[in-house]
Protein backbone atom coordinates (compact mmCIF):
# COMPACT_ATOMS: atom_id res chain seq x y z
CA UNK A 1 0.00 0.00 0.00
CA UNK A 2 1.68 3.04 -1.17
CA UNK A 3 -0.10 6.05 0.46
CA UNK A 4 -2.64 4.96 3.41
CA UNK A 5 -6.49 5.50 3.09
CA UNK A 6 -8.02 8.48 5.74
CA UNK A 7 -10.45 6.71 7.98
CA UNK A 8 -12.54 9.01 9.89
CA UNK A 9 -14.65 8.50 12.63
CA UNK A 10 -17.86 10.91 12.84
CA UNK A 11 -18.36 11.25 16.79
CA UNK A 12 -21.88 12.78 15.70
CA UNK A 13 -22.63 9.74 14.32
CA UNK A 14 -24.84 7.24 16.68
CA UNK A 15 -22.61 4.07 15.32
CA UNK A 16 -20.38 2.66 17.74
CA UNK A 17 -16.83 3.98 16.54
CA UNK A 18 -15.40 0.57 16.15
CA UNK A 19 -18.65 -0.28 13.50
CA UNK A 20 -17.91 2.75 11.26
CA UNK A 21 -13.87 1.51 11.36
CA UNK A 22 -14.97 -1.71 10.62
CA UNK A 23 -17.13 -0.62 7.62
CA UNK A 24 -15.19 1.60 6.39
CA UNK A 25 -11.83 -1.08 6.12
CA UNK A 26 -13.95 -3.61 5.00
CA UNK A 27 -15.35 -1.32 1.89
CA UNK A 28 -11.35 -0.78 1.16
CA UNK A 29 -10.77 -4.14 1.22
CA UNK A 30 -13.89 -5.72 -1.09
CA UNK A 31 -13.28 -2.45 -3.46
CA UNK A 32 -9.42 -3.12 -3.88
CA UNK A 33 -7.73 -0.32 -2.13
CA UNK A 34 -6.32 -2.71 0.69
CA UNK A 35 -4.70 -5.19 -1.10
CA UNK A 36 -3.70 -8.88 -0.15
CA UNK A 37 -0.82 -8.89 1.99
CA UNK A 38 -1.63 -5.14 3.36
CA UNK A 39 -0.53 -4.43 6.71
CA UNK A 40 -3.31 -1.96 8.56
CA UNK A 41 -1.73 0.56 10.91
CA UNK A 42 -0.60 -1.14 14.60
CA UNK A 43 -3.62 -0.70 16.87
CA UNK A 44 -2.12 1.76 19.06
CA UNK A 45 -1.27 3.97 16.28
CA UNK A 46 -4.70 3.74 14.68
CA UNK A 47 -6.21 4.37 17.96
CA UNK A 48 -4.01 7.61 18.79
CA UNK A 49 -4.59 9.02 14.90
CA UNK A 50 -8.15 8.47 15.77
CA UNK A 51 -8.89 9.73 19.17
CA UNK A 52 -9.80 6.25 19.93
CA UNK A 53 -9.25 3.38 22.80
CA UNK A 54 -7.24 0.94 21.72
CA UNK A 55 -9.64 -1.35 22.86
CA UNK A 56 -11.92 -0.07 19.98
CA UNK A 57 -9.31 -0.73 17.18
CA UNK A 58 -8.98 -4.23 18.66
CA UNK A 59 -12.41 -4.72 17.94
CA UNK A 60 -12.48 -3.59 14.69
CA UNK A 61 -9.51 -5.86 14.26
CA UNK A 62 -11.12 -9.13 15.43
CA UNK A 63 -14.22 -8.70 13.58
CA UNK A 64 -12.69 -8.19 10.86
CA UNK A 65 -10.42 -11.37 11.46
CA UNK A 66 -13.45 -13.55 12.30
CA UNK A 67 -15.02 -12.69 8.85
CA UNK A 68 -11.96 -13.14 6.79
CA UNK A 69 -10.73 -10.12 5.65
CA UNK A 70 -7.32 -9.91 8.06
CA UNK A 71 -4.89 -12.00 9.65
CA UNK A 72 -3.50 -11.10 12.36
CA UNK A 73 -0.09 -12.63 14.27
CA UNK A 74 1.56 -11.45 17.53
CA UNK A 75 4.52 -9.59 16.77
CA UNK A 76 3.78 -9.89 12.90
CA UNK A 77 0.87 -7.08 12.81
CA UNK A 78 -2.66 -7.06 10.78
CA UNK A 79 -2.66 -7.97 6.92
CA UNK A 80 -5.06 -8.04 4.45
CA UNK A 81 -6.10 -11.74 4.22
CA UNK A 82 -4.60 -12.96 1.17
CA UNK A 83 -7.99 -14.09 -0.04
CA UNK A 84 -10.44 -12.02 1.57
CA UNK A 85 -14.37 -13.40 0.83
CA UNK A 86 -16.22 -11.33 -1.60
CA UNK A 87 -19.17 -8.97 0.45
CA UNK A 88 -22.01 -10.57 1.18
CA UNK A 89 -25.29 -9.19 -0.52
CA UNK A 90 -26.59 -7.42 1.98
CA UNK A 91 -23.20 -5.70 2.91
CA UNK A 92 -23.33 -4.59 -0.75
CA UNK A 93 -26.98 -3.07 -0.44
CA UNK A 94 -25.72 -1.50 3.03
CA UNK A 95 -22.66 -0.01 1.34
CA UNK A 96 -24.36 1.64 -1.50
CA UNK A 97 -27.54 2.71 0.77
CA UNK A 98 -24.79 4.64 2.82
CA UNK A 99 -22.79 6.21 -0.36
CA UNK A 100 -26.11 6.68 -2.71
CA UNK A 101 -27.44 8.99 0.87
CA UNK A 102 -23.91 10.44 1.27
CA UNK A 103 -23.88 11.14 -2.64
CA UNK A 104 -27.58 12.92 -2.60
CA UNK A 105 -26.58 15.01 0.57
CA UNK A 106 -23.96 16.61 -1.47
CA UNK A 107 -26.70 17.24 -4.83
CA UNK A 108 -29.01 19.02 -2.60
CA UNK A 109 -26.11 21.14 -0.80
CA UNK A 110 -25.78 22.22 -4.69
CA UNK A 111 -29.37 22.68 -5.99
CA UNK A 112 -29.38 19.95 -7.33
CA UNK A 113 -33.40 18.39 -8.13
CA UNK A 114 -33.62 14.87 -9.08
CA UNK A 115 -33.30 14.77 -12.29
CA UNK A 116 -29.94 16.57 -12.30
CA UNK A 117 -28.75 14.20 -9.43
CA UNK A 118 -29.61 10.68 -11.63
CA UNK A 119 -28.38 12.58 -14.87
CA UNK A 120 -25.06 12.75 -13.24
CA UNK A 121 -24.85 9.33 -12.13
CA UNK A 122 -25.66 8.27 -15.67
CA UNK A 123 -22.59 10.54 -17.10
CA UNK A 124 -20.64 8.81 -14.76
CA UNK A 125 -21.45 5.10 -15.13
CA UNK A 126 -19.15 3.68 -17.94
CA UNK A 127 -21.13 2.70 -21.58
CA UNK A 128 -19.80 -1.03 -21.10
CA UNK A 129 -20.63 -1.19 -17.62
Given at each position: ?????T???D??DP??????????????I????L???DRL?????L??D???????V????????T???V?SR?????H???Q???P???E??????RHA?A????????G?D???A?D??R???????
Amino acid sequence: MSEPPTLRVDTQDPTPPYEQLRRQLVELIHSGVLRPGDRLPPLRQLAGDLGLAVGTVARTYRELETAGLVRSRRGGGTHVADQAPAPRADERRQALDRHATAYLRQARLLGADREAALDAVRRAWPADG
